[in-house]
């Protein structure tokens, strides 16, 4: 049994002298005029707008008060009068006559935000519920639970839906962003005194065993730091060999597919909406160039919903925001403050306000390709069922600042572009990184999203979408950020994600047996050696390093262990193991700077062997953290580099075949000297635009409290 509309199509009193006017009963009923003529009439839109966002219409699946409200062409209000027209229904606000509370704990605050309803008030057995896409209202309304009886549909904004349930249930979403995940798979069930007499217990039997039989010891240590660095180059060579083969394959596809001997994967779906969640905190530095960033994007606007996700602690990033005009399909959305300030808590609760099948996550400081989105849509039109997750390539944009610069732009290369595509093509746990992750909804909201007291929220996600039997796949798509080019905020960023990776395995290994039949033996193992032996290497390092003492005839406590075992062939072996792990990793990360963007970077990759060092320091303060102070988020400083010095002083390579004609003067209202690629030979026709206002409404905005958008149209020809 669903809820039924009501029968009657009267006016029903509210209160005395208060009637609201019910909704046609039927489609025959309502005003059949199209809305933008009502909105003509009213005067709410401008004819030329008006053919604009109908034209629009036709090519995308989305209604046209959405392209009118993306492209800022009405008003909410507006929009909202004109529905009522059309709908001969009525308006309510439901912030100066507030909703009843008890309709919404019954439907669920969440269910009444993904649905852009609120249920307002149940008079005579009827319940009048709000909604601001009255044309899914009949599709929503099979949704309700059994026995919520009937209903009769109002109208109002979605922003006042939003604004009205956060007044009435903002504690309780809050406490949802914080336990969505179940206890046994969640960090914030980890028993801190556990943990400190573990630790602590692991110290003393380490010390006493150093003083008893310290030969013996420090074997045990080298020959556990020696068999998980074979397991993890083995790993990685095998990633790497699926990288390349994925990549003969791929190329096979292009020809046979070019040649017409197979057709294209076909991409005939509607693109969808797309929403994406951009965490910020103490972000002032970088606020004033994030909506230039996504100002660059092409996806159509009315398809695109950037979520800005601030905390209500944080006065550095509402004080940058305050006062500034966004476009509408922009928002923020304020975290109100609970007992753990995490991004994954802030996620989990601005995820109730997204509008999307489609989500994903971008940080402060990132630059998407511009045609990211579509890249997202297009795979996940043609991707099989089970693939629930696309994560994008990342990269940084000063990898000319100094050295750790640089050494961090390689090592990133190297992860994004030849082990975790291998990873996933081997059908492995991948731990996803941070931003340019893209999920389908449903699949996130039935895992319970991140978990808000895991500060790598996204290497716990991965394992968990594993555990579950979904794929990831990585995409040829790349977001730009700053490189942390400093000592220390790099040790302290480091040891955050190390951090995550020992509580992620600590929380999934807490029943072995379910994690190995929910994995499988092969990745079981390959779990093993992603986490466990990550955080090995880092933290033996010193032992393996220690090693370099008999390659140089200095004493060590196993020269004479080794040098008996075998007749030698034992240290022999470990030498050989020592240079060939390091030969793998600089011809993988030879391989991943190889392109145009980074090929200033190879002659930097012997370098890589001591930029390690500093990842030791940053795994004992991960250790020393999850005893201590296991959910404190190490804040990454942003806004370091000038990455528009970058941008000038490196301008991205151009195909080949492909020539620079420098344009002066004028575009698009802003002053600029850029350069135009354009075919040998061809002929070139330079309009310079005369400077047009800034509308504030529009994405290509410039406004004096603080925002330095930069213009979305670029001269091409």
Known sequence: MTAQPAAANAP?????????????????????????QILLEDGAVSPGDLLKATVMRRRQNVRLGQILLANGWVTEAALTHALTRQWRSSAVDPVAMPADSRLVDELGAGFCLKHAILPWRRVGGVSFIATSRPEDFA???????????????????????????????????????????????????????LMTR????????????????????LAVLAGWAVLTLLAGTGLKLMAFAAVLRGRTEAAADTALISAGLKAAPPMDAALP?????????????????????????????ELTDILLVVEATDPITRGALHGVTLPHWIRVVVVPPGPVQTKPRALNYALNFCRGDIVGVWDAEDRPDPDQLHKVARRFAVAPPQVVCLQGQ???????????????????????????????????????????LFFRRNVLEELGGWDAWNVTEDADLGVRLTRRGWQTELIETTTDEEANCRALPWVKQRSRWLKGYAMTWGVHMRNPLALWRELGAKRFLAFQIQFLGTMSQYLLAPVLWSFWLLALGLPHPLREPLSSLGGGAALTAVFTLFVASELISMAVSLWAVRGPKHRHLMIWVPLMHFYFPLGCLAGWKAIYEVVT?????????????????????????????????????????????????????????????????????????????????????????
């Not at 209160?15 to 933008?36: E, H, K, N, T, V």
């Not at 290509?700 to 213009?711: K, Y």
């Open 12 to 36: 029903v009193p509210i209160r005395p002298g208060i009637r609201i006017q019910a909704p046609p009963a039927d489609l025959s009923d309502r005003d059949l005029r199209p809305l933008g």
């Open 139 to 193: 599709r929503t309304t099979a949704l309700l639970p059994a026995g919520f009886g009937p209903v009769r549909m109002l109208l109002t904004s979605e922003s006042a839906i939003h604004q009205a349930i956060i007044s009435m249930r903002m504690t309780s979403l809050t406490r949802q962003a914080e336990s969505s995940v179940p206890a046994e798979e969640s960090c914030r069930t980890q028993r801190a005194g």
């Open 198 to 217: 573990l630790a602590l217990g692991l110290v003393a039997l380490l010390v006493v065993g150093l003083w008893l039989a310290p030969a013996l010891v």
């Open 273 to 301: 909406v797309i929403s994406v969640m951009v965490p910020l905190f103490h972000e002032s530095d970088v606020a004033g160039k994030l909506v230039g960033r996504l100002a660059r994007l092409d996806y159509p606007r």
């Open 394 to 436: 990342l990269d940084y944009f000063n990898p000319r600042t100094n050295w750790l610069a640089r050494c961090f732009t390689i090592e990133y290369a190297s992860w994004f572009r030849a082990n975790l595509p291998g990873i996933a093509r081997l059908g492995l746990v991948v731990p996803l990184g941070g931003t340019t």
């Open 629 to 717: 102070n296991p959910f404190y988020w190490d804040k990454t400083v942003h806004g370091v580099f000038d990455e528009s010095e970058e941008a000038d002083a490196a301008p991205a390579p151009l195909p080949q075949g492909l020539s620079q004609v420098p344009v002066l003067g004028q575009i698009g209202g802003a002053e600029m000297a850029r350069s135009v690629p354009v075919q040998p030979g061809a002929a070139v026709l330079v309009v310079a635009e005369p400077a047009r206002p800034v509308d504030p409404a529009q994405p290509e905005m410039l406004d004096g409290a603080g925002w330095e958008a930069e213009p979305a149209n670029r001269a091409t020809a």
